[in-house]
């Protein structure tokens, strides 16, 4: 054979070798550190789905919003500037407003209970209301129950709330019921809250165990309130004409490789749970447990009652009758 002749068979061969291993990279992001209950969400994720589809697909993973906050993360995937998202569900009303309802404070009785919905009809028909928006929803996830820290005092009851500044996501149903606890409420980015506790901007913020641990809030925040007053669903989210363009068969891999990853996301929200309150009160945190949950039900009674208007006290009551 002569040489150009073996050049054109050998560029084929390795031509073919390319094409066999064609491999389509996408993109991942969280706004908390990869050593948390969304870390290890995202990480299962993406071993997951190299896994089941042998390595057609790499997901790459960022964590602590280095491709932004939530919210922007979820107008790339939107826009398709990035494949994929796993976020709270703080931002997501801004784009599917049926999900709204998830974010009524003391709607949930616990996280069995928020799962069940989660996982069952309710859950499953809103996850198809992303589809209309640009989205696939391939699967609930958990951010877990949000608790309040400031630096102020330690908070028991609504009263103790009065005047402190406090971060909120940027969700509407979260700034209207922390507003009627007499919250002076400031919505923000997730990325900009610790240098905003540090320098003072605002007294606290609230948020998961999880998250107060995945994010060292204690460095900056000295009272922890097991307020316990909201779930905090997440989700992954993948922009609609990157999952369409898939094989029915790969498309059914990313849905099983986000509930494998869900799985190890809501176990470690679990752990957090157990241990949070131990290592947060070692970290030099003052611990408020017996936080009257009955007044701060009372207290939002106004709220709620403009709630049942905006979602119909039957879809609430709907969601509450969940076993
Ligand atoms: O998803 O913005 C928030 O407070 C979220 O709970 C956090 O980024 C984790």
Do not use: C
Not at 28 to 55: C, L, M, P, Y
Not at 187 to 210: C, H, I, K, R
């Amino acid at each position: 054979m002569k040489f150009s002749k073996l050049l054109i068979s050998l560029s084929m061969a390795l031509g073919f070798v390319a094409a066999a291993s064609a491999q389509t990279t996408m993109r991942i992001s969280i706004s908390v550190a990869q050593n948390s209950h969304q870390g290890i969400a995202i990480d299962t994720f993406a071993k997951e789905v190299e896994k089941r589809t042998a390595g057609r697909y790499k997901v790459q993973t960022f964590y602590s919003g280095a491709l932004g906050g939530e919210r922007e993360s979820i107008e790339a995937v939107q826009l398709g500037t990035q494949e994929l998202a796993f976020s709270s569900t703080g931002p997501v009303p801004n784009f599917v407003p049926e999900t709204k309802i998830l974010d009524v404070p003391f709607l949930f009785r616990d996280k069995a209970h928020a799962r069940a919905v989660l996982d069952g009809p309710i859950g499953q028909e809103m996850l198809k209301k992303f589809d209309a928006k640009g989205f696939k929803a391939l699967a609930w996830g958990e951010n877990g129950v949000r608790h309040m820290t400031n630096s102020k005092r330690d908070v028991k009851a609504p009263e103790d709330l009065k005047g402190l500044k406090m971060r909120t996501m940027e969700n509407p149903v979260h700034i209207a019921a922390y507003k009627g606890l007499g919250i002076v409420t400031t919505p923000m980015a997730f990325p900009e809250v610790f240098t905003a506790l540090q320098q003072g901007t605002v007294d606290g913020q609230e948020n998961p165990l999880s998250v107060i641990m995945a994010a060292k809030f204690d460095q900056v925040q000295k009272h922890l309130s097991l307020t316990g007053h909201v779930y905090s669903p997440a989700i992954f989210v993948m922009n609609k004409a990157a999952f369409d363009k898939m094989s029915a068969a790969d498309k059914q891999a990313f849905v099983d490789a986000a509930k494998e990853g869900v799985k190890l996301n809501r176990a470690r929200v679990d752990t957090d749970d157990a241990t949070g309150v131990t290592e947060l009160r070692a970290k030099g945190m003052t611990v408020t447990e017996n936080v009257d949950k009955a007044k701060f039900v009372a207290t939002l009674a106004p709220v709620n009652a403009e709630f049942e208007k905006q979602f119909g006290k039957a879809n609430l009551d709907a969601i509450r009758a969940v076993k």
